[in-house]
């Protein structure tokens, strides 16, 4: 099956390539140049979730057309095509009950080609190699603020201990410091928030030696409720915002999040 959609993706391309080349009586509309085409297709496979394709488009995007206006959106949209394949390909097969082993050998010989996978881990997960790349060339690009928010993501672990969670909080408020005006700030506060929420009950009710402080609780249940807060003023209520109304309200009225 992978050769056969990879087959059919080199066929859409040449396709691409193509397009408009024959005369026709008619007036044609200005046609799209061969980067645009081939990126646009690759958009329309991400916005279908298909990420084999998507993947496949623009990896012939970023080699073909390194002088492309869009190849920052191209790396981009790679990282993001990464992380989706990780996702159906490999996790979900996980959380269906597929032995660890045997998913890892089936993803990484269909798309250990990417070369983007750390795998020195009990876990494959993907390296952030494009967003990195994004970053360290083309820090000033108009779609950087979306790949330092992505990195961050990578690695995080909000259900980690305390000192790693804050750490985390840190590396949110940089992208923000960074980028104060960045379409992503709505969600990264609530990514905020909840890193905070997570801290208010791991001070208020660990049972590990030491971990237990009134203080530190109560300053982390204060910003929690904060940066929800200001999560809601988001424009777009989208689920990160229904998510950030339902823990506010579960905060106030004592209700714990985790267990």
């Known amino acids: 099956m992978p050769m056969q959609k990879f087959l059919w993706t080199v066929c859409v391309v040449w396709v691409l390539f193509l397009a408009g080349c024959l005369p026709s009586g008619k007036a044609r509309t200005p046609r799209l140049s061969d980067d645009a085409l081939i990126f646009s297709q690759a958009q329309q496979a991400l916005d279908a979730r298909d990420f084999h394709d998507a ?27 990464m992380e989706g394949l990780l996702k159906n390909y490999y996790l979900q097969p996980l959380e269906r009950g597929r032995d660890e082993r045997a998913a890892r050998e089936a993803f990484l010989a269909s798309y250990g080609s990417y070369g983007c996978w750390k795998t020195d881990s009990s876990r494959v997960s993907y390296d952030g190699s494009h967003y990195r790349r994004l970053l360290a060339d083309y820090p000033d690009s108009n779609i950087a603020d979306e790949a330092a ?16 969670i804050k750490r ?15 379409s992503f700030r709505y969600e990264i506060f609530y990514d905020m928030a909840y890193r905070c929420h997570r801290l208010y009950e791991l001070y208020s009710y660990s049972h590990q030696p030491g971990e237990a402080d009134r203080q530190q609780a109560q300053l982390y ?34 209700r714990r999040l985790f267990p």
């Open 168 to 182: 985390e909080l840190q590396y949110f408020e940089e992208v923000l410091e960074r980028y104060p005006t960045t």
């Open 149 to 164: 928010y992505r990195l961050v993501l990578l690695n995080t672990d909000p259900e980690g201990r305390p000192e790693s």
């Open 55 to 81: 993947a496949s488009l623009l990896q012939v995007f970023l080699r073909e057309f390194p002088d492309s206006k869009r190849y920052t959106w191209g790396l981009q949209r790679m990282g993001e095509a």
């Open 221 to 254: 249940r204060e910003k929690a409720v904060y940066l929800y807060s200001l999560a809601l003023k988001s424009p777009q209520h989208g689920l990160f915002a229904e998510k950030a109304w339902k823990n506010l309200q579960d905060l106030e009225d004592g």
